[in-house]
């Protein structure tokens, strides 16, 4: 990609698409529909919640033999995000004698659709299932759907027939894209910076309007760093369901964008020895599967983070950044002790989570200052993580309050406890008022007008959309009661 094809340009079905003369704020669900005229992709709600815009987004795997999916809210993600890319709609899956693909039979056999409009994400959600789980349980079938809504099925005809549809053959389950791989190579976006002839990075951008705003697709944190310190008001874009949501709802138009998705050093978890290294462009869903062990109480938060296509493009980075009050990674982040590295230029610092927010949605960055990397520590021997997570639905909603607790026990007494919540204060924070109720106590000896105290001492008591504050603070309570509960020994059954 040069500044001088101003040219978006991806794979779709085995001919390469170039785009031009799209805004850079062209969402991928408008092309397709308005431009390509596949109209199978729908728009219901235009933020991320109906799925019924679902397509898969495909990049060459690492060894450049294949190609990787992810489901994605095309109603979300911008068109140059797709530079280099491929993309399957529901239409893609129909075969070169006409047939359909299994799970289309299966939808059909079943009775998995009715009014029919919500059918193409789903199918498309499924699909992208069955690429790397052949063989699905239920409950991973309903994670799965946790993003499609259908007013007419009940949803028992649509997991029935994934469960059918995982009978058929592996290489029947697979979408063809043998003719995409030489394509995605002929495409792909370089790895390398561009420099001038006096040795200066130059990024180029993917779009450019004739007023010099711009899209730019970095392949470098180097490159990154420099367009930020010459652009300190850039949009940084990683997975795009805020910045989306922006673009659809308030019609945003921001000047400069910087897209982080194609910057492999961002993409990268390290293993430090006692800490894990996330970098600013992994997944939610990435995250959720390196804790699944680690950190249970983490993972099963993450699971219940928007939908499988919004966890595939969010950001741990992008959460955090975007300083949301009821932000759901950040109590447990703040009660594991992560820090953040943050980047200007050629300069860093790290910063301590809990002295990253400065108020509401308001942190320490600086202009052109970005968060490269997020630090988590590793469990140690001796230490103790809960956290959970409460909200009106169980799938896709908000919490009214996320509450997390770290904490060791010695001598059958709580120390070095770390508590954090969302939804209480004009920023995720620690409660040290809290934690000095429990630490050096007993599990037996904690109470709860104690920790009521301590939460009327701690917040300034305030009623939200979600929640009263009423229900917020009987909740912040129990919910450290609980995992106070959890801490005490398991009796033996009376004989």
Same mark, same amino acid.
């Given at each position: 990609?040069?500044?001088?094809?101003?040219?978006?340009?991806?794979?779709?079905?085995?001919?390469?698409?170039?785009? $031009?003369?799209?805004?850079?704020?062209?969402?991928?669900?408008?092309?397709?529909? +308005?431009?390509?005229?596949?109209?199978?992709?729908?728009?219901?709600?235009?933020?991320?919640?109906?799925?019924?815009?679902?397509?898969?987004?495909?990049?060459?795997?690492?060894?450049?033999?294949?190609?990787?999916? !992810?489901?994605?809210? /095309?109603?979300?993600?911008?068109?140059?995000?797709?530079?280099?890319?491929?993309?399957?709609?529901?239409?893609?899956?129909?075969?070169? *004698?006409?047939? !359909?693909?299994?799970?289309? +039979?299966?939808?059909?056999?079943?009775?998995?659709?009715?009014?029919?409009?919500?059918?193409?994400?789903?199918?498309?959600?499924?699909?992208?299932?069955?690429?790397?789980?052949?063989?699905?349980?239920?409950?991973?079938?309903?994670?799965?759907?946790?993003?499609?809504?259908?007013?007419?099925?009940?949803?028992?005809?649509?997991?029935?027939?994934?469960?059918?549809?995982?009978?058929? @053959?592996?290489?029947?389950?697979?979408?063809?894209?043998?003719?995409?791989?030489?394509?995605?190579?002929?495409?792909?976006? @370089?790895?390398?910076?561009?420099?001038?002839?006096?040795?200066?990075?130059?990024?180029? @951008?993917?779009?450019?309007?004739?007023?010099?705003?711009?899209?730019?697709?970095?392949?470098?944190?180097?490159?990154?760093?420099?367009?930020?310190?010459?652009? #300190?008001?850039?949009?940084?874009?990683?997975?795009?369901?805020?910045?989306?949501?922006?673009?659809?709802? $308030?019609?945003?138009? #921001?000047?400069? &964008?910087?897209?982080?998705?194609?910057?492999?050093?961002?993409?990268?978890?390290?293993?430090?020895?006692?800490?894990?290294?996330?970098?600013?462009?992994?997944?939610?869903?990435?995250?959720?599967?390196?804790?699944?062990?680690?950190? #249970?109480?983490?993972? +099963?938060?993450?699971?219940?983070?928007?939908?499988?296509?919004?966890? /595939?493009?969010?950001?741990?980075?992008?959460?955090?950044?975007?300083? /949301?009050?009821?932000?759901?990674?950040?109590?447990?982040?703040?009660?594991?002790?992560?820090?953040?590295?943050?980047?200007?230029? *050629?300069?860093?610092?790290?910063?301590? !989570?809990?002295?990253?927010?400065?108020?509401?949605?308001?942190?320490?960055?600086?202009?052109?200052?970005?968060?490269?990397?997020?630090?988590?520590?590793? @469990?140690?021997?001796?230490?103790?993580?809960?956290?959970?997570?409460?909200?009106?639905?169980?799938?896709?909603?908000?919490?009214?309050?996320?509450?997390?607790?770290?904490?060791?026990?010695?001598?059958?007494?709580?120390?070095?406890?770390?508590?954090?919540?969302?939804?209480?204060?004009?920023?995720?924070?620690?409660?040290?008022?809290?934690?000095?109720? &429990?630490?050096?106590?007993?599990?037996?000896?904690?109470?709860?007008?104690?920790?009521?105290?301590?939460?009327?001492?701690?917040?300034?008591?305030?009623?939200?959309?979600?929640?009263?504050?009423?229900?917020?603070?009987?909740?912040?309570?129990?919910?450290?009661?609980?995992?106070? +509960?959890?801490?005490?020994?398991?009796?033996?059954?009376?004989?």
């Amino acid at each position: 990609m040069t500044q001088a094809t101003n040219t978006v340009r991806f794979v779709l079905d085995g001919v390469i698409v170039e785009a $031009q003369g799209e805004r850079r704020t062209t969402t991928v669900l408008d092309y397709l529909r +308005e431009q390509l005229h596949r109209t199978g992709t729908k728009e219901g709600c235009a933020e991320g919640d109906c799925g019924a815009c679902v397509v898969l987004v495909g990049e060459l795997n690492a060894a450049g033999t294949g190609v990787d999916y !992810l489901p994605v809210n /095309s109603c979300l993600q911008l068109l140059p995000t797709l530079d280099g890319k491929s993309v399957k709609t529901v239409e893609s899956l129909r075969r070169a *004698d006409g047939s !359909l693909h299994p799970v289309q +039979e299966a939808m059909v056999a079943c009775h998995g659709s009715q009014c029919g409009f919500c059918t193409p994400g789903i199918v498309m959600s499924l699909t992208g299932l069955v690429q790397t789980v052949k063989a699905p349980t239920r409950s991973q079938v309903n994670d799965a759907l946790s993003g499609n809504l259908c007013r007419c099925t009940g949803y028992k005809p649509i997991i029935d027939a994934t469960l059918k549809a995982c009978a058929a @053959p592996a290489a029947e389950l697979k979408i063809d894209d043998q003719a995409d791989l030489a394509l995605l190579h002929e495409i792909r976006r @370089p790895t390398e910076p561009t420099y001038s002839l006096d040795g200066d990075i130059v990024v180029q @951008p993917v779009v450019r309007t004739r007023k010099g705003n711009e899209f730019v697709s970095p392949a470098t944190v180097a490159e990154v760093a420099d367009y930020l310190k010459k652009h #300190p008001g850039a949009t940084l874009l990683a997975g795009s369901t805020e910045i989306g949501l922006q673009v659809n709802k $308030q019609f945003s138009r #921001p000047d400069h &964008i910087v897209y982080l998705g194609n910057v492999a050093e961002l993409r990268q978890i390290q293993d430090n020895g006692g800490t894990w290294r996330i970098g600013a462009q992994v997944s939610l869903s990435a995250v959720e599967a390196l804790v699944a062990k680690a950190y #249970p109480d983490f993972a +099963e938060v993450l699971r219940r983070f928007g939908s499988p296509p919004i966890r /595939s493009t969010a950001t741990l980075a992008g959460n955090i950044a975007n300083g /949301s009050p009821i932000g759901d990674t950040m109590p447990c982040l703040l009660a594991l002790g992560a820090t953040l590295l943050l980047r200007r230029g *050629d300069a860093t610092r790290t910063v301590s !989570l809990e002295k990253f927010y400065t108020g509401q949605k308001k942190t320490v960055l600086q202009p052109g200052e970005f968060i490269e990397a997020i630090h988590l520590p590793k @469990p140690k021997a001796g230490g103790f993580f809960r956290a959970h997570k409460i909200s009106k639905r169980f799938d896709q909603d908000i919490s009214a309050t996320c509450c997390a607790m770290h904490y060791q026990l010695k001598d059958g007494k709580f120390s070095d406890v770390r508590l954090a919540y969302n939804g209480l204060a004009p920023s995720p924070c620690r409660a040290p008022a809290l934690e000095a109720v &429990i630490n050096g106590r007993a599990p037996d000896a904690v109470s709860a007008a104690q920790l009521d105290q301590a939460i009327a001492a701690s917040f300034t008591a305030r009623d939200g959309l979600r929640a009263t504050w009423i229900y917020r603070a009987l909740v912040a309570r129990n919910l450290v009661l609980q995992f106070v +509960e959890e801490s005490l020994p398991v009796k033996e059954a009376v004989q």
